[in-house]
Structures are given as structure tokens and as C-alpha cells.
């Protein structure tokens, strides 16, 4: 009997998936894709903090696809350009309106995104490619510089009167830069204006809803979130964090892709191998101690052998956004889902870092990643649940 027993008892314990996780390393994860909606080709935002641009894109253009049902010879490749150098208009009009009391800088929301298509329109990267300064990738260091000096000078205001000439000015250096936005283009043999072809494509940023997952404002409300690339103070409704993943869940589950932002500092976020996972920092923090004195910052913990991650609640989300362990650093596009070689869930996301990374440019992100270090993320409301719906009055 006692033989039977302990037979019984280590087949059990063979079956369970935690123990043998332990064994393996993060980089010899194995994947098995379970869910997976078409996306367009990889993009690079190379030396630009155009990420909240290109990852939006990608988003809108799998959105296009899914409406319309399109092959992949026919996808969409919209223009980021278009999008930044408009919302970069925008963006220095307030400012100087604001007397510089705003963030000025590369990074920006995707609400930001939606506001110039509204406004804006849309434009193909074909009839303009914003690339107008030698280079075939982004690199617009340079112009962030010219940009935010100029609007400095103009806030120093040396004639206690602006004139109506500054926003001119302010959009030559864009066109010099970027290129002059035309009123009217030609694509595959039809003629546009931003707002037809936006129109055309079927992109209309009302079927588009924020959400977000935090204690210091109410559930069930909307609210902008307090980082300063939010500049626009978009509004993202307040759930619960159970409802949070349900809404991402149920959006991939239907063939919905998910636009994603929140923090890729982390050590767990790997640029070599692609993988997002949360590690549980064993590390003390030695700041200040005779220790460090000594010895140096401990700094964070080393990746473990296996791939134990930290348990995440909503009290812990909470905590991390209060003592800034997570930050506002990057929008990417999620795509679908997939499992390890143990059952364990993951996010397919699409970056716009171009085929970087042990999988070309798509990071495996887990689900303990996703529920504790993302800031806030946009669906398509058909995308979310009935009952949420109905608790929001979203139709």
C-alpha cells in the first residue's frame, strides 16, 4: 500500500506544471501560439520617441483589415508622420498657451493619436513618408532640439506681445524637417484629402475606448492619467484589475487587437530574448548604507534560473504607480496570445523597434507583466464585454 502511495504521489507531483518551471530558464521559454489576428509588416521608429505614433498605427491598421476583411497584399501602411507632425502643432500652440507649465518632448498618448485623425485626417505613408531631412530611418533629435528652443525664445516673449507670425514660423521648421503636408494627394489612382482617406479607411476614433486599473480614483469613472506624455489629458475609464485582463481577454478571444502601454524598464523585459516576464526581486536595497559605500548600488536582482514571477494584485499595481516602479515608457501593439511548454499564458505584442530580438520584432509578454506593468491600453468597444459595457453605459 505504501509502495502504491508514494507511486501516486510522484506522478502527481510530475504533473505540475510549477515545479519543473523552476528547472527552466526565460531562455528556453518554447511557445505555442494560441490566438493571433493579422498585423502589418514590422516598423522602426529607430532614433525617435515616436513609439505612442508608430504603435497606434499598427493598431488602427489591424482594425482596418478585420473591418474589411482585407488580404495581405491590400493592407494598410498609414503614415506616422503625418500623425506627429500635426500633433506636434498642437502640442507647442499649448505649451506656449500654457507659458512652458507642460511637458514639451518626443513622447506623447495615444489619445494624442486619435485627436489628429479626428481633426486631421489620415494619410498613406506612400504620399508622405515625413522623411525630409537624409535619412531613411526616423532620427529627429535635431528637431526636437530646434523645436522646444523655439518655443522657448517665442515664451520669453521679448516684445510683451506675440505676433500671429510665431506659429508660422514654428510650422517651417516642421516642414523643413518632416515636409509640407499637402491639402490633396493621389493614392492608387484616386485622389484624397486626409479627412476623404481617413474616411475611406473607415477609421473613426469614437469606436475607440481607453481603460485603465487604479485605486486612487473611483471604479467605473473616467479619469486622465497622471503622467506627463498624457498632455492632451485624455480620459481612460476606471476598472476593476479582474475586469481589466477580462477586457484585453475577451478583445483577443474575438479577433480584437489591443493597444498597450506602460513600463518596458524592467529587468524581466528582455531585449535579447524577447520576453516580458515580472521577476520577483530578491535584491535588498542597499541605497545610502555603509554597504553601498563600500560595495556599490546592489541594484536589481539578476534573472533566476527559472521563470518564478512576483504575484500581483491590485494593491500591488496600486503601489507600484505610487512609488514610480512603474513609468510611462512605451506603447506597443497586442496582437494575440500564446502559451509556454508548461500551459502558462502570454500576450503576443508587436514593437516598433524593428526586427529586433529573438523573435523579429514580437515580444512574449506574461500575464503577470501585463496585469502589473501596464499603464493603460485602447480597444475597439466592440471589443469589450457585454456586462462591462452595460456597468459604463458604453453602446
Not at 97 to 116: C, H, I, P, T, Y
Not at 198 to 223: A, C, I, K, L, W
Not at 271 to 277: E, F, I, Q
Request: charged residues 25%; aromatic residues 12%; contains cysteine.
Amino acid at each position: 500500500m505504501k509502495r502504491i502511495i508514494l507511486a501516486a504521489a510522484a506522478l502527481f507531483a510530475a504533473t505540475l506544471p510549477s515545479f519543473a518551471q523552476k528547472e527552466v530558464s526565460s531562455d528556453d521559454l518554447t511557445f505555442t501560439t494560441v490566438k493571433e489576428a493579422p498585423v502589418t509588416s514590422m516598423k522602426n521608429q529607430h532614433r525617435s520617441g515616436t513609439c505612442w505614433c508608430f504603435s497606434s498605427l499598427s493598431f488602427l491598421e489591424s482594425e482596418v483589415i478585420k473591418a474589411k476583411g482585407l488580404k495581405e497584399a491590400d493592407y494598410p501602411d498609414f503614415s506616422e508622420m503625418f500623425i506627429v507632425r500635426n500633433a506636434y502643432h498642437d502640442r507647442v500652440i499649448k505649451y506656449v498657451r500654457l507659458d512652458g507649465k507642460m511637458n514639451l518632448a518626443a513622447g506623447s498618448d495615444f489619445g494624442d493619436v486619435m485627436e489628429v485623425i479626428r481633426e486631421y485626417g489620415l494619410m498613406p505613408q506612400q504620399a508622405y513618408s515625413g522623411m525630409n531631412y537624409g535619412y531613411e530611418l526616423p532620427v529627429q533629435f535635431e528637431l526636437d532640439a530646434a523645436l522646444h528652443g523655439y518655443a522657448d525664445a517665442i515664451l520669453k516673449n521679448p516684445n510683451r506681445k506675440l505676433t500671429p507670425a510665431w506659429q508660422k514660423g514654428f510650422d517651417g521648421i516642421l516642414d523643413a524637417y518632416l515636409g509640407e503636408i499637402p491639402e490633396e494627394f493621389e493614392f492608387n489612382g484616386k485622389k484624397y484629402t486626409p479627412a476623404s482617406y481617413r474616411d475611406e479607411m473607415g477609421v473613426n476614433p469614437d469606436d475607440y475606448v481607453g481603460f485603465t486599473s487604479y485605486t486612487h480614483h473611483p471604479f467605473y469613472t473616467q479619469f486622465a492619467i497622471e503622467v506627463e506624455d498624457n498632455w492632451r489629458w485624455t480620459q481612460s475609464w476606471n476598472v476593476p484589475l479582474d475586469e481589466f485582463v477580462a477586457i484585453i481577454d475577451n478583445a483577443v478571444e474575438n479577433g480584437y487587437t489591443v493597444l498597450w502601454g506602460g513600463d518596458v524598464s524592467e529587468k524581466g523585459f528582455s531585449r535579447s530574448n524577447g520576453t516580458a516576464l515580472l521577476l520577483v526581486d530578491e535584491t535588498l536595497d542597499t541605497t545610502g548604507s555603509d554597504q553601498e559605500r563600500w560595495t556599490g548600488k546592489a541594484g536589481k536582482a539578476d534573472a533566476p534560473k527559472g521563470i518564478r514571477e512576483a504575484e500581483v494584485t491590485q494593491e500591488t499595481r496600486q503601489a507600484s504607480f505610487d512609488n514610480k516602479t512603474s513609468t510611462d515608457d512605451h506603447g506597443m501593439h497586442l496582437f494575440g496570445s500564446a502559451k509556454d511548454q508548461f500551459g502558462n499564458k502570454f500576450y503576443l505584442i508587436k514593437n516598433s523597434w524593428g526586427e529586433a530580438g529573438k523573435y523579429k520584432g514580437v515580444w512574449y509578454m506574461s500575464e503577470a507583466y501585463l496585469k502589473e506593468k501596464t499603464l493603460n491600453f485602447v480597444v475597439n468597444k466592440n471589443a469589450i464585454p457585454k456586462d462591462i459595457k452595460k456597468k459604463l453605459g458604453i453602446k
